[in-house]
Nanobody, 124 residues
């Protein structure tokens, strides 16, 4: 069992930065692939990026590649999402999630545990 709680969301102007954090509870946290998703009003939840259990590999959606960076600290049971050069279209509720899967899971159905989400609003 893994419990996730996101923090760090807020209101930022276009071009600005935010850093989201997601501390996790659970002794098996380090065995999970961690992912970030987002959901804008009226839209489906979409994959943002992921990081494998050993933190040796990250992967991103094309829409955020080069602007967002995922990292994890297994000693602190925390995964983070650094978001730079934010755009109004990045506005959404952001969720972190844990997947007990190998490879590079990108579908929401691949993930077993979810946080409650944190709102990110980017003004133009």
């Amino acid at each position: 069992q893994v419990q996730l709680v996101e923090s760090g969301g807020g209101l930022v102007q276009a071009g600005g930065s935010l850093r989201l954090s997601c501390p996790a509870s659970g002794r098996t946290y380090s065995t999970y692939t961690m992912g970030w998703f987002r959901q804008a009003p009226g839209k489906e939840r979409e994959f943002v990026g992921g990081i494998r259990r050993s933190a040796d590999s990250t992967y991103y959606a094309d829409s955020v590649k080069g602007r967002f960076t995922i990292s994890r600290d297994n000693a602190k049971n925390t995964v983070s999402l650094q978001m730079n050069s934010l755009k109004p279209e990045d506005t959404a509720v952001y969720y972190c999630a844990a997947a007990n899967k190998l490879g590079f899971p990108t579908s929401a159905t691949d993930y077993d545990y979810w946080g409650q989400g944190t709102q990110v609003t980017v003004s133009s």
